[in-house]
């Protein structure tokens, strides 16, 4: 890859909605029976699977909209006029717009928080790939009587050998480049989901054994899987963290947005909606046919992890536990890379790194720039290249957009726009650069970041070595820290951010973008006061 094009968008659409999927779709999906069984599958339980992809899909939007306004101030002070600045990668990350949108003491937090939920994510993957190999290994090395489930020596030994094939992929410099990954990924994750509606439909047409329970009330769950309302507030409370995890991203959607071309208002809401909607359709598939295979189980319940309902001698399941395997395996570089990151600019800001990222700078420098290649658009050219095609219909956009900065995050508008639009756009202008550099925060570095992505990525997995289940990590977790990352921090960051005054420095009209912008506001304060009581 020629030296230039990292440092500028390289990212489709197909290759941002893969990776968004990638990170939110995976192991998490196997607890929506679970959460369908408790909360009334046939009614109660889609409407919230519904109401959360809402909400997790504004929560995008408003995590975008901040991060683009947490760079803001950065790019007005560049006064570079090199027209290909116009295409570089955006530098917007989830500390940075926390620290601009509360203060220092912000990006500390928001840094740690995202970092433990990233680490212990990866470690909790560790533990659930190793889960899922045991019966593979076990029919290779016998483990010592009375083992049961949990380390061994044999089973860590296959988790660590699955954890060296992959880490290669942990040192990449950006997401899409593994935009293969997720889509194999999803073709994994997808077989699973079938595997298990498979079981269910032969369970509900009679083809599957079904267990005699010991007494009447589990008698009828068994025999009336099927139910429209739940049975008390306490499983929806219960059930309520199980649909937000499933939905949890928040942590590479700044990444991918920095890498995707021409991120115009239209596109953003097309990677968002194409990557959310699918995932909830296959959600809430697996949702319904796996709580419905209650009907097959002992006591009438469903597991946390619904591939524990199987039998173990079921061939089925043994193809659901590998492509679970291929999942998670491909999933790791979604966790390592957001953690690895956020601990290069850390080491970054030392002296020892601002060293290395000034030796890796004197290194680059001394290579020819060729520009040939640098502009991109959706459409091959005669010359097999692509190339951004800024239309100007979408710079019109810009104008009724509540947040004009949405639609164009780093592209001058007068370079584009047509002379008699230009009047109408003084406003928008007045806010952004011509272009802007790329900030040296130590990503750059392919020594920080191989030694970061070690770091973080073997850590987890020793840790994950001594840890006898999956619940100890999700319980250290909790829905605390996930509910506080995708929800409260982007919410109020867009609030302090897209204030009042730098509304009506953009928007005079006090009509439709007036309304649109009141109705922002008031969706983000519902969500914040709505999150912060399911956080206790």
């Known amino acids: ?56 899909q504004q929560s995008i939007y408003f995590l975008v909209k901040a991060g683009i306004y947490s760079t803001e ?18 530098t917007a990350s989830y500390e940075n717009m926390a620290s601009q949108a509360f203060g220092a003491k912000a990006r500390v937090l928001s840094s740690v928080l995202v970092f433990a939920c990233c680490f212990f994510g990866t470690a909790g993957y560790a533990v659930l790939l190793r889960d899922m190999l045991e019966p593979l290994v076990d029919s290779v090395v016998v483990p010592p009587e009375g083992t049961g489930g949990g380390p061994t020596f044999s089973r860590n030994l296959a988790m660590l050998t699955v954890i060296l094939i992959v880490s290669p992929l942990c040192i990449m410099k950006n997401l899409t480049a593994l935009k293969n990954v997720g889509a194999a990924s999803m073709a994994s994750v997808l077989t699973v989901g079938l595997c298990v509606a498979y079981r269910s439909i ?12 010991d007494n009447s009330d589990n008698k009828e769950n068994s025999e009336s899987s099927m139910q429209a309302f739940p049975s008390s507030m306490k499983m929806v409370l219960d059930a309520v963290p199980l649909f937000i995890s499933s939905y949890i991203c928040h942590f590479n959607v700044l990444p991918i947005h920095n890498e995707l071309r021409c991120p115009t208002s239209d596109r953003v809401t097309q990677w968002v909606r194409t990557s959310m909607w699918p995932a909830t359709l296959f959600y809430y598939v697996i949702g319904l046919t796996g709580s419905l295979y209650a009907k097959c189980t002992p006591n009438g319940e469903i597991q946390g992890n619904i591939l524990l309902d199987f039998d173990e001698d079921d061939p089925l399941l043994l193809l659901g536990r590998m492509c679970l395997a291929m999942t998670i395996t491909l999933a790791f570089p979604m966790l390592v890379i957001p953690a690895r990151d956020i601990l290069v600019r850390a080491v970054a800001g030392t002296r020892c790194g601002r060293r290395i990222i000034a030796k890796s700078a004197r290194k680059s420098s001394l290579a020819p720039l060729d520009v040939s290649d640098a502009m991109f658009s959706d459409d091959e050219g005669p010359n097999g290249l692509t190339e951004v095609q800024f239309e100007h219909m979408e710079v019109a956009q810009a104008t009724h957009l509540e947040e004009p900065l949405l639609a164009m995050e780093n592209r001058s508008i007068t370079n584009t726009a047509p002379v008699a639009m ?115």
Not at 202 to 213: A, I, K
């Open 73 to 90: 101030r950065r790019d007005m002070s560049d006064n570079h006029n090199d027209p290909l600045d116009n295409d570089k990668k955006g």
């Open 202 to 213: 032969e369970c509900q047409l009679g083809f599957t054994e079904q267990h005699d329970n």
């Open 1 to 56: 890859m020629p030296r230039q094009d990292e440092n500028f968008r390289q990212g489709t659409i197909s290759s941002a909605r893969f990776n968004l999927l990638s990170s939110m779709v995976g192991g998490g999906s196997l607890s929506l029976p679970l959460a369908f069984h408790q909360t009334g599958n046939m009614f109660m339980a889609p409407i919230l699977l519904v109401i959360t992809s809402v909400l997790a």
């Open 422 to 536: 230009r009047d109408n756009l003084d406003e928008f202008d007045e806010n952004r650069s011509t272009s802007r550099s790329i900030e040296q925060d130590g990503t750059d570095s392919r020594l920080l970041r191989i030694a970061a992505a070690l770091s973080v990525f073997w850590s987890a997995a020793i840790i994950a070595c001594s840890v006898s289940s999956i619940d100890v990590v999700w319980d250290l977790l909790g829905s605390s820290f996930s509910i506080m990352m995708a929800f409260i921090i982007p919410c109020g960051a867009y609030l302090k951010l897209a204030g009042r005054k730098r509304f009506f420095n953009q928007v005079s009209d006090g009509g439709a973008s007036f309304r649109k912008w009141m109705v922002s506001r008031t969706l983000a304060w519902i969500m914040v006061i709505g999150f912060i009581p399911l956080m206790i």
